[in-house]
């Protein structure tokens, strides 16, 4: 019989955490970071500043060693002494505060054991009521500017289709589970796993409980975050409420609806999406995001206002050359501040009616630990002090406010890593050996690095493809580092945050000459003599792990390779993703029926009858994103090819999901280390460690 070359995780668990060259063994806590520094790790999310300005309210994230999970409590910290103190703590999972308009309450989120629900606390004396009694979680909540109401979404279950039935079944009779009947266009998604027949609807409740009230009905989601009237009369949303929304995916219009209830008013009527309404305080404009949709791959969204009754459109960032996202009035009703990326690097900005555009805080980071990704929150009180996240290469997501363009940091939540001998982040100068293009790239050099020493290489990958990486905090290249790897990232054409010319670079054109620029992102790595051009490994997950699969279907550089997750053959994937709906014209402008020389052309399987490099295929196994299906092929057609190669499969993750759980995130490190040391040339000396 054929042996089955797969990996286990819960035995690579319990492996050693790489360490760098010639360490010795540890006979306490290490000096590097390891996998076990991932239970330890904590990040700043979701800043809410008070109405006055004076405290922000945020959630703290950990790990918890003995479930494997990450908790959440929530926080005050004083906005001018950095003095902290927790809020709602505990055994339960506390999410969502938000102000009320004076100040003087905070709505939250809470589960302890049952279906999460909406309470409300009282800042003066300290005391909380549940305030709803739901059959699912509540989202979205956001409070009426009188403080009397909170609007909510939340999913509505209904009967769905049924088709026939079973036999009568005898008391007492243990059947299998009935028949699933699946009619929607969008079935499953990932992180959410099979779609529960049922809507997504928009809800208001008394701010000191009672009985709720439902705003939307009907066969579509309606469900997003709403934006009150000044009168708290009435609340704009934006959703696809049309017949054939299953099939537009990427449309969408602002409506206005009465609390009393009653048909939506339909404000906006373009092709394309209208997104994040928010109603100014004077109640005269609407603010919100969106654009003309052109059935590019990837389109970046403009600042827009308009009368509240949907007349007098007008763009405020036309010439600004970036994605805008997550509009907030200023109190004057003269301003709004927008989230943009710029170079890989979150800011915020403070857009004027007259389309003046001026940043007031740079610097944010976003909660995920595993790899850099750009990102980043805010918020923003009366008087214009701004809250965000922030941190850096060294640092994850901390809480801080703007202060003269930059940021002052309140928290510093994971001072540990002060006693590490971490990577050392720098930025490098990449030209594209294709069209000369500048490209943005950072390495991480190992701890206790030598610049007479020349380090393996491994090339991490970003993935989206459009998205950005950036100076932030990951744990996967530090973990990487600590093994004694020189770690290169970089963003080549298609990623966000320099334009929308740099990402239609690949639009209907993904993977091409974004190869080109990763090449030569490695070719200056090696031109900083640091590197050992003999040691290449390369990396990367979901986008990045498509392009790790070309990579090495174009070149026989690197000494092995660990695909992520990745995209292999592109028709199968068109009709599996969980985004299928919205493939096409978007990814690709012909169905997989229509042109499948151009599907087969863009597939790495296409170039697996070149590759001699060892690689190892990584994916969860609820990933349903890029479906398991889509590894499973180029692992067996590397076996069929007599490829080392080996599958690993993360139990029970989603495709955003496959770090989530800290000991599967060290495992898959320790994983994909272990993998490429079996094919150094300067085999490291390794030590065990917990």
């Known amino acids: 019989m054929t042996r089955i070359r797969s990996l286990s995780l819960a035995l690579l668990a319990a492996t050693c955490f790489a360490q760098p060259i010639n360490a010795a063994p540890a006979s306490g806590p290490s000096r590097y970071f390891t996998g076990s520094d991932l239970f330890d790790l904590e990040v700043a999310t979701d800043p809410q500043i008070s109405p006055d300005g004076r405290t922000v309210a945020y959630v703290r994230k950990s790990n918890d060693i003995m479930t494997d999970k990450a908790r959440s409590t929530i926080w005050l910290v004083d906005v001018a002494t950095g003095q902290q103190r927790p809020l709602l703590a505990g055994s339960g999972s506390y999410s969502s505060p938000r102000w009320s308009p004076d100040g003087a309450r905070l709505a939250y989120i809470a589960a302890d054991g049952g279906s999460p629900q909406l309470y409300v606390r009282w800042m003066g004396s300290g005391e909380s009521a549940r305030i709803t009694g739901l059959p699912d979680s509540p989202d979205s909540i956001a409070w009426s500017p009188d403080g009397r109401r909170i609007a909510y979404s939340m999913f509505v279950p209904d009967e769905g289709t049924r088709l026939g039935s079973a036999p009568p079944k005898p008391d007492g009779a243990k059947w299998a589970d009935p028949l699933q009947v699946i009619d929607a266009v969008t079935y499953r998604f990932d992180g959410a796993g099979y779609f529960s027949p049922g809507y997504q609807q928009i809800f208001w409740v008394p701010s000191d409980g009672g009985s709720p009230t439902q705003l939307t009905f009907g066969p579509t989601n309606a469900g997003a975050q709403v934006s009150w009237t000044p009168d708290s009369r009435a609340v704009l949303f934006s959703a696809n409420l049309g017949k054939d929304w299953e099939r537009n995916r990427n449309e969408s219009e602002i409506y206005r609806l009465s609390i009393d209830g009653g048909t939506p008013t339909q404000l906006t009527n373009r092709k394309g999406p209208d997104n994040s309404p928010v109603v100014s305080p004077d109640g005269r404009l609407v603010a919100f995001t969106g654009f003309d949709d052109v059935a590019r791959s990837n389109q970046d969204e403009k600042l827009y206002v308009m009368n509240l009754d949907g007349s007098g459109r007008r763009v405020l960032t036309g010439n600004v050359d970036r994605n805008v996202g997550n509009p907030v009035w200023s109190s004057d009703s003269r301003s709004i501040y927008v989230l943009y990326d710029e170079h ?180 200056a790595a090696i031109a ?35 695909t992520q997750k990745p995209v292999i053959e592109l028709a199968s994937f068109a009709l599996t993703t969980d985004f299928a709906a919205s493939f096409t014209p978007y990814w690709r402008k012909e169905r997989p029926w229509e042109d499948p020389q151009s599907y087969w052309k863009y597939s790495p399987l296409s170039l697996v009858g070149n590759v001699k490099t060892p690689t190892l295929v990584v994916v969860g196994s609820e990933d349903y994103r890029t479906p398991v299906s889509q590894a499973e092929q180029y692992y067996m057609a590397l076996q069929m090819r007599g490829i080392p190669t080996a599958l690993v499969k993360v139990p029970g993750a989603s495709h955003g999901g496959i770090a989530a759980r800290p000991s599967q995130a060290a495992a898959k490190a320790s994983a994909i280390l272990a993998w490429f040391a079996k094919y150094r040339s300067d085999k490291p000396s390794t030590v065990a460690s917990n």
């Not at 090339?459 to 493809?465: K, Q, V």
């Open 528 to 562: 900083t003599g640091h590197v050992d051009p003999n040691n290449l490994f390369v990396t990367g997950g979901s986008g990045g792990g498509v392009l790790t699969a070309w990579i090495v279907g174009k070149t026989d550089r690197f000494r092995a390779a660990a």
């Open 344 to 523: 890989g690097s979150n800011r915020v900005a403070r857009v004027g009616l007259d389309g003046s555009f001026r940043d007031v805080a740079n610097g944010l980071t976003g909660s995920g630990l595993d790899r850099p990704y750009s990102g980043g929150e805010f918020s923003v009180s009366r008087g214009g002090a701004v809250a965000v996240t922030t941190g850096d290469n060294l640092h994850p997501s901390d809480i801080g406010v703007a202060s003269g363009g930059g940021v002052r940091k309140l928290t510093h939540l994971n001072q540990q890593l002060a006693a590490k001998v971490m990577g050392q982040p720098q930025k490098i100068a990449v030209t594209s050996s294709y069209d000369k293009r500048p490209i943005d790239a950072w390495m991480i050099t190992p701890p206790d690095f030598d610049g007479a020493k020349k380090y393996p290489l491994i090339l991490e990958i970003h993935g989206g493809p459009w998205s950005a990486y950036g100076p932030n905090f990951s744990t996967d290249d530090q973990l990487y580092a600590a093994a004694g790897y020189v770690v290169l990232y970089a963003n080549p054409r298609g990623s966000t945050s320099y334009g929308q010319a740099f990402e239609d670079e690949i639009d209907k054109n993904y993977p091409s000459h974004d190869y080109d620029d990763l090449m030569s992102a490695v070719d």
